[in-house]
């Protein structure tokens, strides 16, 4: 808001016969919000100036005025000057954006953490449903679609007028509305962190069983505890793990989380090429009952894809922590860092689908890679090969389950912020995570079939990744109508909402076609 000040003085006598001039100085803009005056001052008397005063503000040599100047410049430069988010009070109190000295490492340590994980394991099984030229090409075609939602998403982080839009909620919000934003975005994005843990207790707990079984072998005295209890081990430490206070504070978690994850896919699919196909494997489709069964076993297979490459939900809020100037924007070192750590997870992606369905073919279980190699190769391989390929599967979960847990601690505690105006006391804080931390494992007890539903939660998460991020750019950048970004977006976010209704009704039928063997409180 600009503001012009306009300077008045009325003849004063300062000695006795000699009278000051009348002094109008010329307007004088403020363009910094925070600088406006306030109104109370406006309707106060106005005082007569000393000639002091009236020399001081003359527009000849002004001390005060180039000292507000220099300031200003100051603010714009180090980035202080663009306006935040709506809530850019709270900002400073709440976990995502507590601490802003982020830099180009942390984004690709993040990016990796949440973008190579256990879901990438189950890899192999949609091309035992696509085959080889169509699991390939669709592969390669929903990796570079979400690559290029996400080059999106980190170009809106930062709007021409200077808001930050740390969390994507706060976009969709800005896009489409604050009732339809909310209701397209709040429930996946807190469905896919508070999931994504869920399945994460799951999947660490599993195979700490797997690691103790593999160490202490057949010969072992000491009576194994249950799946439940490795549940509650697991959940134990990544509660621990969440007292870190911010995203900028589990950097270092994220970069153990990523080199475990890098270490465990390429150790699994070298080893199973180098141990060579097991007797009895088969390229051919699996075999469907009827055209309607095939259609949805392919749907199925697209989801298992598009549950691989999850993680835009958290784009925004990596961002979030970097510094930005209208100089230096954050968009830049995060592109940076995003591209290094896409290429590392591309590396590691399609090595382990290829690798690992030449491998196994039909053989590979529902439960992915990890399996496949103890069932085919656990009495030739090492033991201390496959404990230690267990042991990273289990420091990798433990850290995305970090990152992905930090929104809904975000959420939370912005609840509390805004009511009362304050940042959350630490035991409070403490207490929010103590409870998300037992409200996902009494999930993982209670539900232990959703590690089953894979294509079911890629669906209902694929509009987060390949549609909203189209749809936002059209509504906040708007490019030229008919235009060819314009036509590219709208095109891929139509297909984008087609993909993840077919997906969803494609898993659901499977699911019904098929079976699922539900069993409540009676995890395996």
């Known amino acids: 808001m600009e503001e012009v000040v306009e300077l008045n003085v009325s003849p004063v006598t300062t000695r006795p016969g000699i009278k000051s001039q ?46 507000i100047t220099n300031m200003q410049g100051y603010l714009e430069e180090v980035g202080q000057f663009t306006k935040l988010e709506p809530q850019q009070g709270q900002d400073a ?47 390669s075609l929903i990796f570079l679609w979400q690559w290029y939602t996400l080059w999106l998403l980190i170009q809106m982080h930062e709007s021409e007028s200077g808001i930050r839009y740390s969390r994507y909620l706060r976009l969709s919000i800005t896009a489409f509305g604050e009732k339809r934003g909310k209701l397209l975005a709040l429930f996946p994005i807190m469905y896919l962190s508070g999931g994504t843990c869920t399945i994460l207790i799951m999947i660490g707990g599993g195979t700490m069983k797997i690691f103790f ?39 270092g978690v994220s970069l153990i989380g990523a ?88 590396a590691c992606l399609f090595p382990l689908a290829i690798a690992g369905y030449w491998a196994y073919g039909n053989l590979i279980p529902e439960s992915g890679m990890l399996d496949a190699l103890y069932n085919h190769h656990g009495n030739d391989t090492s033991k201390l090969l ?40 630490w035991w409070l804080r403490t207490g929010i995570r103590v409870f998300f931390g037992s409200f996902t494992f009494f999930l993982a007890v209670a539900l232990p079939f959703l590690r089953d539903l894979a294509g079911l939660i890629g669906g209902i998460a694929l509009p987060i990744t390949l549609a909203y991020p189209c749809f936002m750019w059209i509504q906040i950048k708007k490019p030229p109508k008919y235009g060819a970004i314009w036509s590219l977006n709208w095109i891929l976010g139509v297909l984008g909402m087609v993909l993840s209704i077919l997906v969803v009704i494609g898993a659901t039928w499977s699911i019904v076609t098929m079976g699922l063997e539900i069993h409540f409180f009676k995890p395996q």
């Open 22 to 67: 009348a002094i109008a100085a010329p307007p004088f803009r403020l363009h910094c919000p925070s600088m406006s005056r306030s109104p109370s001052l406006d309707s106060a008397p106005k005082t007569p100036r000393s000639s002091f005063t009236s020399r001081l503000m003359t527009p000849i040599s002004s001390p005060m005025k180039k000292a």
């Open 93 to 139: 109190w709440l976990p995502i954006t507590e601490s802003r000295n982020g830099n180009v490492y942390y984004s690709a340590f993040h990016t990796l953490s949440s973008g190579i994980g256990v879901q990438a394991l189950i890899l192999p099984l949609s091309f035992v449903t696509l085959g080889w030229t169509w699991g390939i090409a669709c592969l």
């Open 213 to 251: 079984d593999i160490m202490c072998g057949d010969t072992c005295l000491v009576t194994p505890p249950t799946a439940a209890e490795w549940y509650l081990v697991f959940a134990c430490a990544a509660i621990i793990l969440a007292q870190l206070p911010n995203l900028n504070s589990i950097a």
């Open 259 to 346: 080199i475990t994850a890098v270490s465990y896919c390429t150790v699994i699919w070298v080893v199973s090429v180098v141990k060579g196909k097991p007797p009895g494997v088969s390229y051919d489709p699996r075999e469907a009952n009827s055209d309607m069964a095939k259609l949805c076993n392919i749907l199925n297979a697209l989801g298992i894809i598009a549950f691989a490459f999850r993680g835009h939900n958290l784009v925004l809020e990596i961002q979030g922590t970097m510094p930005s100037s209208s100089k230096h924007p954050s968009r830049v070192p995060m592109g940076r860092g995003v591209n290094f750590a896409y290429l590392i997870i591309a």
């Open 386 to 425: 496959t404990g230690l390929t267990s042991l990273f599967v289990v420091i990798n979960s433990l850290s995305s389950y970090q990152i992905y847990a930090m929104p809904a601690f975000d959420n939370m505690e912005f609840r509390y912020t805004s009511k009362f105006n304050k940042p959350c006391p």
